[in-house]
């Protein structure tokens, strides 16, 4: 029996969202291998505070959350819009966090 399998073409947000706050985590994990727990929550902190203390991120977000109160109709359309502006940063930092994971596996193997 064969069975086929269908890759998708793009990255998806929502995807991408989980996998860099993923790498993030582990990344923290292995920056501080004797507090692990501790890193990953400060890791997650930084992940949901980290972007509402930029002045833009919250100026943009600002105004997405009202042209959505306003225009609900276009909630998708303009959710589509912000995630396209975000997804280049993202892919950006996902492979710089991919390339420090190599790094820090590469040095442990080292020792």
């Not at 991408?16 to 923290?28: D, F, K, M, P």
């Not at 990953?40 to 997405?64: D, F, K, M, Q």
Request: hydrophobic share 50%; glycine share 4%.
């Amino acid at each position: 029996m064969r069975v086929n399998f269908r890759w998708r073409q793009e990255m998806r947000y929502s995807d991408l969202i989980g996998i860099v706050r993923a790498e993030r985590a582990l990344v923290a994990a292995h920056a501080f291998p004797n507090h692990g727990v501790e890193a990953v929550v400060a890791s997650e902190v930084v992940s949901v505070i980290g972007p509402l203390l930029h002045v833009e991120t919250l100026g943009y977000l600002t105004s997405t959350v009202l042209a959505m109160a306003y225009m609900p109709f276009y909630a998708g359309t303009i959710l589509d819009i912000y995630a396209k502006k975000r997804l280049v940063p993202l892919q950006t930092e996902a492979c710089t966090l991919l390339l420090v994971l190599c790094t820090l596996a590469f040095d442990a193997a080292q020792r």
